[in-house]
């Protein structure tokens, strides 16, 4: 059976850990875990159903019962962004997803917290004492059904239009299992494709595509429905293929505290994309100057 997941965590675990091809690394926090995932060969990303390069999940309390009040989680998000990008140069991050639909807000609900910096230049920079900050634009783009424009095409322009020297693409995730839900934050250096986890088969958007790095953030925000159903009822696998046979659109299950998972991750996300870009800057004076 092929399970939907955007955790390359999950593939590690399906697959197992010693598959050759791909290193495992896991580090223990006061209050979160990380555990890293590098596809190193051609072979085991296909076995493992995913680009290669570096997948690094951390693991926090529950977002519906815990609110990252100091900052730690966003610090180690942010640490874990930043050894992904390049040390300078500008940086494009694309918050995507559809803001209208809960579950797939998480991008545009995280750009709207992130700070853009391109335009402040010259003596308005520097009377404003941000005339040391990296240059950081911010898009929101849309889904291909409101817009008529397929995401992947409009980061291409943005991108030959301003050249930035990065992107972080931010989207909502799929996950195989419901524990990982509302607890659980990937940050890959191999791009993304923009609603793989849930069937839909978007342009991928990664270096190769667009020119320069794309690391992406995401946030499981969904699990896949046919696999749920079969650890719920016990399902055999020919029961699984028949299931999702009778259905044109992928089965997805979310949670009742959609709303709130999503508040709060967006704003861990956001956070540490601040801080990744622009670590002179402290927590507080981005939220005094993001109000």
Do not use: W
Not at 127 to 153: F, H, K, N, Y
Not at 217 to 234: E, M, Q, S, Y
């Amino acid at each position: 059976m092929m399970y939907r997941t955007d955790l390359a965590v999950e593939a590690a675990q399906r697959f197992g850990e010693n598959t050759q091809g791909i290193a495992v690394h896991h580090e223990q926090y006061p209050r979160h875990a990380v555990t890293t995932v590098e596809i190193l060969t051609p072979e085991a990303s296909k076995t493992m159903h995913k680009p290669q390069g570096k997948y690094c999940t951390l693991h926090f309390p529950p977002f519906s019962d815990s609110i990252d009040s100091d900052g730690e989680g966003a610090e180690l998000a942010a640490e874990k962004l930043r050894e992904m990008l390049p040390e300078t140069g500008s940086v494009l991050v694309m918050g995507l997803g559809n803001r209208e639909l809960t579950a797939d807000a998480l991008g545009p609900k995280a750009a709207e917290k992130i700070l853009a910096t391109r335009h402040i230049r010259g003596e308005v920079a520097r009377v404003s004492g941000l005339d040391g900050l990296r240059a950081v634009s911010v898009c929101s783009p849309g889904v291909l059904g409101t817009t008529g424009i397929e995401s992947a095409e409009i980061l291409q322009a943005l991108v030959r239009e301003i050249r930035p020297d990065a992107v972080i693409a931010i989207d909502a995730l799929a996950a195989m299992e419901l524990e990982r839900m509302g607890c659980t934050l990937q940050i890959a250096d191999s791009g993304i494709a923009p609603g793989s986890g849930v069937g839909n088969h978007r342009p991928r958007l990664d270096q190769e595509t667009l020119g320069v790095p794309v690391i992406a953030i995401g946030v499981p925000t969904v699990v896949d429905g046919v696999t749920f159903a079969a650890g719920l009822l016990r399902l055999e696998e020919e029961d699984c293929e028949q299931l999702r046979s009778l259905h044109t659109t992928p089965l997805t299950v979310t949670v009742r505290e959609i709303d709130l998972m999503i508040a709060r991750a967006s704003s861990i996300i956001a956070m540490a994309v601040n801080r990744a870009v622009n670590p002179q800057v402290s927590r507080g004076e981005f939220a005094a100057l993001l109000n």
